[in-house]
Protein backbone atom coordinates (compact mmCIF):
# COMPACT_ATOMS: atom_id res chain seq x y z
CA UNK A 1 0.00 0.00 0.00
CA UNK A 2 1.56 3.30 -1.04
CA UNK A 3 1.46 5.74 2.21
CA UNK A 4 1.12 9.25 1.11
CA UNK A 5 3.66 11.84 2.69
CA UNK A 6 1.96 14.52 4.57
CA UNK A 7 2.95 17.41 3.07
CA UNK A 8 5.25 20.11 5.30
CA UNK A 9 3.96 23.17 6.55
CA UNK A 10 5.73 26.25 5.04
CA UNK A 11 6.62 27.53 8.54
CA UNK A 12 8.38 24.57 9.74
CA UNK A 13 10.67 24.35 6.32
CA UNK A 14 11.47 27.83 7.04
CA UNK A 15 12.88 27.39 10.51
CA UNK A 16 14.14 23.89 9.49
CA UNK A 17 15.80 26.10 6.98
CA UNK A 18 17.30 28.58 8.94
CA UNK A 19 18.37 26.42 12.36
CA UNK A 20 20.23 24.23 9.53
CA UNK A 21 22.11 27.69 8.55
CA UNK A 22 22.45 29.19 11.66
CA UNK A 23 24.02 25.26 12.78
CA UNK A 24 26.53 25.49 9.86
CA UNK A 25 27.47 29.11 10.88
CA UNK A 26 28.10 28.25 14.07
CA UNK A 27 30.23 25.22 13.47
CA UNK A 28 32.83 27.11 11.25
CA UNK A 29 32.48 30.22 13.34
CA UNK A 30 33.23 27.81 16.59
CA UNK A 31 36.37 25.86 14.65
CA UNK A 32 37.92 29.34 13.83
CA UNK A 33 37.84 30.37 17.32
CA UNK A 34 39.10 26.83 18.83
CA UNK A 35 41.47 26.23 15.58
CA UNK A 36 39.95 23.49 14.39
CA UNK A 37 39.52 24.54 11.17
CA UNK A 38 42.34 23.76 9.65
CA UNK A 39 45.66 22.51 10.91
CA UNK A 40 48.72 25.73 11.28
CA UNK A 41 50.15 23.89 8.18
CA UNK A 42 46.97 24.55 5.86
CA UNK A 43 45.49 27.66 6.89
CA UNK A 44 44.45 30.33 4.76
CA UNK A 45 46.12 33.40 6.45
CA UNK A 46 43.93 35.82 4.13
CA UNK A 47 40.85 34.35 5.82
CA UNK A 48 42.07 33.34 9.28
CA UNK A 49 43.94 35.42 11.93
CA UNK A 50 47.82 34.46 11.74
CA UNK A 51 50.73 34.96 14.04
CA UNK A 52 54.38 33.83 13.28
CA UNK A 53 56.66 33.47 16.11
CA UNK A 54 60.25 33.66 15.48
CA UNK A 55 63.26 32.40 17.94
CA UNK A 56 66.91 33.41 17.84
CA UNK A 57 69.97 31.86 18.13
CA UNK A 58 69.71 28.65 18.49
CA UNK A 59 70.23 25.84 18.82
CA UNK A 60 70.10 25.32 22.21
CA UNK A 61 70.07 22.71 24.87
CA UNK A 62 65.95 24.04 25.49
CA UNK A 63 64.97 23.80 21.43
CA UNK A 64 63.61 19.96 22.03
CA UNK A 65 61.32 21.12 24.71
CA UNK A 66 59.80 24.15 22.82
CA UNK A 67 59.43 22.18 19.60
CA UNK A 68 57.57 19.62 21.70
CA UNK A 69 55.28 22.93 23.08
CA UNK A 70 54.77 23.65 19.88
CA UNK A 71 53.59 20.29 18.50
CA UNK A 72 51.15 19.92 21.48
CA UNK A 73 49.66 23.25 20.48
CA UNK A 74 49.37 22.64 16.55
CA UNK A 75 51.50 25.84 16.02
CA UNK A 76 54.08 25.67 13.61
CA UNK A 77 57.20 29.06 13.93
CA UNK A 78 60.29 30.04 12.00
CA UNK A 79 63.56 29.96 13.95
CA UNK A 80 66.73 32.40 12.82
CA UNK A 81 69.83 29.57 14.31
CA UNK A 82 73.27 30.95 14.18
CA UNK A 83 75.75 29.42 12.15
CA UNK A 84 78.44 28.22 14.42
CA UNK A 85 75.80 26.58 17.10
CA UNK A 86 74.43 24.92 14.14
CA UNK A 87 77.72 23.80 13.62
CA UNK A 88 78.33 22.89 16.98
CA UNK A 89 75.37 20.97 16.88
CA UNK A 90 73.66 20.16 13.60
CA UNK A 91 71.11 17.34 15.07
CA UNK A 92 69.76 19.84 17.03
CA UNK A 93 69.03 22.13 13.71
CA UNK A 94 68.20 18.80 12.24
CA UNK A 95 65.05 18.33 14.79
CA UNK A 96 63.71 21.64 13.99
CA UNK A 97 63.24 20.69 10.28
CA UNK A 98 61.87 17.27 11.34
CA UNK A 99 59.44 19.15 13.54
CA UNK A 100 57.77 20.67 10.39
CA UNK A 101 59.45 24.68 11.44
CA UNK A 102 60.96 26.70 9.20
CA UNK A 103 64.67 27.51 9.15
CA UNK A 104 66.42 30.61 8.53
CA UNK A 105 70.21 31.75 9.70
CA UNK A 106 71.10 34.19 12.13
CA UNK A 107 74.70 34.81 10.54
CA UNK A 108 77.76 32.72 11.27
CA UNK A 109 79.02 34.42 14.36
CA UNK A 110 76.60 36.91 15.32
CA UNK A 111 77.75 40.07 15.16
CA UNK A 112 76.78 43.71 14.14
CA UNK A 113 76.71 43.58 10.42
CA UNK A 114 76.52 47.05 9.91
CA UNK A 115 79.87 47.66 11.59
CA UNK A 116 82.33 44.99 10.78
CA UNK A 117 84.53 45.55 7.97
CA UNK A 118 82.80 44.82 4.45
CA UNK A 119 85.21 42.11 3.35
CA UNK A 120 83.93 39.94 6.11
CA UNK A 121 80.10 40.15 5.39
CA UNK A 122 79.77 37.83 2.65
CA UNK A 123 81.23 35.15 5.24
CA UNK A 124 78.91 35.70 7.61
CA UNK A 125 76.06 34.60 5.53
CA UNK A 126 77.62 31.93 3.02
CA UNK A 127 79.34 30.25 6.43
CA UNK A 128 75.53 30.08 8.06
CA UNK A 129 73.88 28.91 5.35
CA UNK A 130 76.55 26.33 4.74
CA UNK A 131 76.14 24.72 8.05
CA UNK A 132 72.29 24.96 7.90
CA UNK A 133 72.15 23.26 4.27
CA UNK A 134 74.93 20.35 5.94
CA UNK A 135 73.06 20.03 8.66
CA UNK A 136 69.50 19.89 7.48
CA UNK A 137 69.96 19.33 3.52
CA UNK A 138 68.26 22.69 3.01
CA UNK A 139 69.73 26.08 2.01
CA UNK A 140 67.75 28.74 3.90
CA UNK A 141 66.37 31.69 2.24
CA UNK A 142 65.39 33.65 5.03
CA UNK A 143 68.09 35.84 7.15
CA UNK A 144 67.76 37.84 10.45
CA UNK A 145 70.46 39.93 11.35
CA UNK A 146 71.47 40.49 15.08
CA UNK A 147 69.43 43.14 16.46
CA UNK A 148 67.83 43.23 13.16
CA UNK A 149 70.93 45.89 12.17
CA UNK A 150 70.87 45.73 8.66
CA UNK A 151 72.03 48.46 6.01
CA UNK A 152 72.16 48.94 1.72
CA UNK A 153 75.37 47.10 1.59
CA UNK A 154 74.08 43.75 3.59
CA UNK A 155 71.57 43.68 1.47
CA UNK A 156 73.26 43.63 -1.40
CA UNK A 157 74.99 40.57 0.11
CA UNK A 158 72.16 39.12 1.28
CA UNK A 159 70.34 39.48 -2.28
CA UNK A 160 73.62 37.60 -4.34
CA UNK A 161 73.18 34.75 -1.87
CA UNK A 162 69.69 34.25 -2.29
CA UNK A 163 68.68 35.45 1.22
CA UNK A 164 65.30 38.15 1.96
CA UNK A 165 65.90 40.09 5.70
CA UNK A 166 63.21 39.64 7.83
CA UNK A 167 62.99 41.04 10.90
CA UNK A 168 59.60 41.75 13.60
CA UNK A 169 56.47 44.07 14.71
CA UNK A 170 56.59 42.76 18.31
CA UNK A 171 59.42 42.56 20.72
CA UNK A 172 58.36 41.51 24.15
CA UNK A 173 61.89 41.98 25.52
CA UNK A 174 61.92 38.37 26.25
CA UNK A 175 66.14 38.49 27.08
CA UNK A 176 65.43 41.13 28.97
CA UNK A 177 62.88 39.90 31.18
CA UNK A 178 64.51 36.80 31.82
CA UNK A 179 63.43 36.06 35.55
CA UNK A 180 59.78 38.81 34.80
CA UNK A 181 58.03 36.84 32.42
CA UNK A 182 55.10 39.10 33.70
CA UNK A 183 56.80 41.63 31.73
CA UNK A 184 57.12 39.84 28.19
CA UNK A 185 53.94 38.55 28.76
CA UNK A 186 52.16 42.16 28.74
CA UNK A 187 53.94 43.55 26.45
CA UNK A 188 52.29 40.54 24.00
CA UNK A 189 49.19 41.54 25.33
CA UNK A 190 49.14 45.03 24.34
CA UNK A 191 50.99 44.14 20.95
CA UNK A 192 49.86 41.28 19.09
CA UNK A 193 47.45 41.73 16.11
CA UNK A 194 46.97 39.76 13.16
CA UNK A 195 49.81 39.28 10.78
CA UNK A 196 52.39 40.09 13.46
CA UNK A 197 56.10 38.44 13.53
CA UNK A 198 57.02 38.37 17.20
CA UNK A 199 60.65 38.19 18.27
CA UNK A 200 61.79 35.81 21.06
CA UNK A 201 64.64 34.07 21.78
CA UNK A 202 65.48 29.87 22.01
CA UNK A 203 68.32 30.52 24.99
CA UNK A 204 65.95 30.99 27.60
CA UNK A 205 63.74 28.11 29.32
CA UNK A 206 61.74 30.98 30.90
CA UNK A 207 60.70 31.53 26.77
CA UNK A 208 59.89 28.09 26.89
CA UNK A 209 57.49 28.67 29.96
CA UNK A 210 56.41 32.03 28.29
CA UNK A 211 55.47 30.34 25.42
CA UNK A 212 53.84 27.03 26.92
CA UNK A 213 51.20 29.33 29.13
CA UNK A 214 50.75 31.72 26.13
CA UNK A 215 49.75 29.64 23.28
CA UNK A 216 46.50 28.95 24.80
CA UNK A 217 45.46 33.04 25.39
CA UNK A 218 46.38 32.26 21.20
CA UNK A 219 44.26 29.96 20.48
CA UNK A 220 40.93 31.07 22.28
CA UNK A 221 41.35 34.40 20.48
CA UNK A 222 41.66 32.76 17.35
CA UNK A 223 44.78 32.52 16.09
CA UNK A 224 47.02 30.20 14.16
CA UNK A 225 50.15 30.09 14.55
CA UNK A 226 52.44 29.60 11.51
CA UNK A 227 55.39 29.91 9.76
CA UNK A 228 56.65 33.58 8.49
CA UNK A 229 56.70 32.13 4.53
CA UNK A 230 53.56 30.93 5.13
CA UNK A 231 51.80 34.39 6.75
CA UNK A 232 53.51 36.34 4.36
CA UNK A 233 54.53 34.55 1.33
CA UNK A 234 57.94 33.88 -0.28
CA UNK A 235 59.86 37.13 -0.13
CA UNK A 236 62.55 38.46 -3.03
CA UNK A 237 65.81 37.89 -1.64
CA UNK A 238 67.80 41.22 -0.81
CA UNK A 239 64.12 42.35 0.13
CA UNK A 240 63.48 43.36 4.10
CA UNK A 241 60.36 42.81 5.87
CA UNK A 242 59.47 44.72 9.60
CA UNK A 243 61.01 47.26 11.69
CA UNK A 244 63.47 47.07 15.10
CA UNK A 245 60.29 48.08 17.30
CA UNK A 246 57.06 48.05 18.43
CA UNK A 247 53.76 49.74 17.01
CA UNK A 248 51.63 51.50 19.51
CA UNK A 249 49.76 49.58 21.60
CA UNK A 250 46.80 47.19 20.06
CA UNK A 251 45.27 45.60 22.95
CA UNK A 252 43.37 43.07 21.20
CA UNK A 253 43.57 40.03 23.25
CA UNK A 254 41.46 38.79 25.80
CA UNK A 255 42.88 37.05 28.23
CA UNK A 256 42.36 33.35 29.24
CA UNK A 257 41.02 32.73 33.26
CA UNK A 258 43.75 31.64 35.40
CA UNK A 259 42.82 27.76 35.72
CA UNK A 260 43.03 27.56 31.91
CA UNK A 261 46.94 28.55 31.87
CA UNK A 262 48.74 25.51 31.92
CA UNK A 263 51.07 24.57 35.28
CA UNK A 264 55.08 24.48 34.21
CA UNK A 265 57.55 21.82 34.80
CA UNK A 266 58.63 21.50 38.84
CA UNK A 267 61.93 22.11 38.05
CA UNK A 268 64.50 24.93 38.28
CA UNK A 269 65.41 27.46 35.73
CA UNK A 270 68.82 26.82 34.06
CA UNK A 271 70.89 29.64 32.74
CA UNK A 272 70.74 31.39 29.58
CA UNK A 273 72.98 29.66 26.78
CA UNK A 274 75.33 32.81 25.22
CA UNK A 275 76.48 32.95 22.38
CA UNK A 276 79.27 30.81 20.91
CA UNK A 277 82.22 34.53 21.01
CA UNK A 278 83.26 35.53 17.93
CA UNK A 279 86.81 34.49 16.47
CA UNK A 280 86.65 35.73 12.42
CA UNK A 281 86.57 39.32 13.04
CA UNK A 282 88.72 40.65 15.32
CA UNK A 283 87.37 43.05 17.87
CA UNK A 284 83.55 42.43 17.15
CA UNK A 285 80.68 40.99 19.79
CA UNK A 286 78.71 38.17 19.83
CA UNK A 287 76.60 39.79 22.26
CA UNK A 288 76.34 40.02 25.72
CA UNK A 289 79.59 42.03 28.28
CA UNK A 290 81.93 39.05 27.38
CA UNK A 291 81.39 38.56 23.86
CA UNK A 292 79.11 36.17 24.35
CA UNK A 293 81.00 33.59 26.74
Same mark, same amino acid.
Given at each position: MLVRKRPEKPAWAYWRTVIGVCAGVAIV $?? /???? /?? $? +?? @??? $??? @????CIALTFDDGPSPYTDRLLQVL???? +?? +?????? /?NKVAANPEGAKRVVEAGMELGQHTWEHPNMTTIPPEDIPAQFSKASDAIEAATGQRPKLVRTAGGLIDDQVLAEAKKQGLADINWDVIPFDWANDGNTAATRYMLMSQIKPNSVVLFHDTYSSTVDLVQQFLPVLKANGYHMVTVTQMIGEREPGSTYGSRDNGPPVNGLVDIPPGEIPSLPDTPSPPPMPNIPITDIPGANSGGSNNGA
Open positions: $VV /GSWT /GH $V +AK @ADE $VDC @AQYKKDND +AK +ATFFEI /G
